[in-house]
């Protein structure tokens, strides 16, 4: 940490301030201006002395596990998000969320309002607890699915503990977890200075002789091949190397494909740019181009059974580097330790050579897509048609934002951001062609069905001057619908596409039983119930082409400044023909006997 006062009147700066006022400004320092909270008998002092903080805004939500997955999604616009529960129901609700943080790489600083301090150690059975005077049961939870832990049950290395917990979260981009007895928040203590000192992370800095190393290893490597490809994937957000990947694709002159969850990370305007490569699922032509090659860098790759398409891809090691965060491997050789993902794409653009023939034979067997046959009038609406016109919106509508008033909103551009919900939204949206600046996040590693609700309110909490637009499913949005009221009631203007098609699709292609059909609900009538007539949201019910065309040109300019839900009424087995592949392959992994013993 870097003292940020001079010598000058220092002790006359130091006034004693209170645990729950130095929390707050450190939230404020770090980037965090908005707390997503469920108020709890344990953590309402706790929220006062959150609220007093003029840079902190509280954001009530329905539930806990709505508040995990709104700091999710404000973590993935902002760099750190937080939220506050209270002791064990709070936390025991919210930790599904923060375990999807975990898989994600993302800082999450969840609080929690613990026990009277008092109470530790007095063999006394409380509330909100399992009937056991050990209070541990939450914090051992916690532990699997946080970089750090603090239980901050007395005052004297408070200051530490929370100073610890916070920059911890920062360095290792994971979430950490806080517990606060409910008595302290207002305690004065001489430790806690009416400002904080600023923090001071020391960059991590390669070791030059093995990144040398590395470079080097991987130049031989790569310059020997014929045909290389450039492969990115989702840890170059926690790497935060998007612009050194960039250099490097500009220098090398490969083809760049994203594995699925890395959409969004990588401008799809570059001229290299080839889709997604997701085994048999790949955008058209990426997947042949990428398992064609004689080479392939991989950039901070996950391969899980998800991304793999059930463990199917036809990737061989030993024509494979891997450059993850602070590590290179290079095929069935050496791996350098110690090597961070930005200095290491750096110095390797600066020693590859030029090789396009991987790009110039996609190009040549490259054939655009046909777009979907214009409907009869009045026939139901299918999902392909209706990502037609989200592409078109995205590919065309951003030109008109030259031409109009900048009062004209367009659906998707270079000022908004697509949430792909876990099921067939996956892979209709993963083929989307993102404009320049365009956002786009999803929940890949841990696909906890109904996390886009709590992102979408999470993310366009943080990014106000963005529209977001949310693509979920009907049987995820009925697991945490609540907080499309949050959204009403701090005046966001996202648009949610509702695919309503009666049930778990995406179970249904892994495995099909009575247990994926839901109950149907009539959702544009349950958002106007929410709604009550107090805020600016608008729904509408969408069946065929001509009223989607309508309601997407209403949201977009009458309806441009209130929450737009459209919910998109499609037959049950309407499916990509991605998620058919994806969902067979995953099932015969998921059936695969057990081995022999």
Partial sequence: MQDGLDNRGRAGRRSPGTLGRHLARRLVQVGVRDVFAVPGDFNLTLLDHLIAEPQL?????????NAGYAADGYARASGVGACVVTFTVGGLSVINAIAGSYSENLPIICIVGGPNSNDYGTNRILHHTIGLPDFSQELRCFQTVTCHQAVVNHMDDAHEMIDTAISTALKESKPVYISISCNLPGIPHPTFVNEPIPYFLTPKVSNQLGLEAAVEATAQFLNKAVKPVLVAGPKLRVAKAHQAFMELADACGYPIAIMPSAKGMVPEHHPHFIGTYWGAVSTNYCGEIVESADAYIF?????????SVGYSLLIKKEKAVFAQPNRVAIGNGPSFGWVFMADFLTALSRKLKKNTTALENYHRIYVPPSRPLKRENDEPLRVNILFKHIQACL?????????????FFPLTCGETTVIAETGD???NC????????????FQMQYGSIGWSVGATLGYAQAAKERRVIACIGDGSFQVTAQDVSTMIRHGQRSIIFLINNGGYTIEVEIHDGPYNVIKNWNYTGFVDAINNGEGKCWTCKVRTEEELEEAVAKATGEMKDSLCF?????????????LLEWGS????????PPNPQ
Avoid: M
């Avoid at 993963?430 to 996040?441: A, F, I, S, T, V």
């Avoid at 009424?569 to 991605?578: A, G, L, P, Q």
């Fill in 566 to 578: 459209l919910e998109v009424i499609v037959h049950k087995d309407d499916t990509s023909k991605e």
């Fill in 299 to 307: 950039v901070g790759p996950i391969f899980n059974d998800y991304s």
């Fill in 430 to 441: 993963q083929k989307l062609r993102l404009p320049e600046n365009c956002g786009y996040e």
């Fill in 425 to 427: 939204s996956w892979f």
């Fill in 57 to 65: 805004n509280l954001v009530g939500c329905c539930n806990e596990l």
């Fill in 585 to 592: 392959r995953v099932s015969s992994a998921n059936s695969r």
């Fill in 395 to 407: 590919q065309s509508l951003l030109l008109l934002l030259t031409f109009y008033s900048s009062n």
